[in-house]
């Protein structure tokens, strides 16, 4: 069974900055990608970053240039380092795994966003 665990939310002011991290856990080998998608109060969840286990990367145009996704496959561990992050940033942030056709998600981190 595949466990993604998050880990790095909370609240921080305009302009600043968090790193997220999401180690996933079980039968992980070959193909996959490794991501994060956010949900907003009344907004439907959307993609923010993606990375493939051979490293491209996939990003939402609200956030080029100032998130930045990475992993390490040795710990099956997928980061994402936002910057300059702005209120409309806040939202519940998930991690997502997709290997072997099936779809895993974790459970969820707040990131907030204000002064």
């Known amino acids: 069974q595949v466990q993604l665990v998050e880990s790095g939310g909370g609240l921080v002011q305009p302009g600043g900055s968090l790193r997220l991290s999401c180690a996933a856990s079980g039968s992980i080998f070959g193909i996959n990608v490794m991501g994060w998608y956010r949900q907003a109060p009344g907004k439907q969840r959307e993609l923010v970053a993606t990375?493939?286990?051979?490293?491209?990367?996939r990003y939402a145009d609200s956030v080029k240039g100032r998130f930045t996704v990475s992993r390490d496959n040795a710990k099956n561990t997928v980061y994402l380092q936002m910057n300059s992050l702005k209120p409309e940033d806040t939202a519940v942030y998930y991690c997502?795994?997709?290997?072997?056709?099936?779809?895993?998600w974790g459970q969820g981190t707040q990131v907030t966003v204000s002064s």
């Open positions: 990375i493939i286990s051979g490293g491209t990367t």
């Open positions: 997502n795994l997709v290997v072997w056709g099936q779809n895993y």
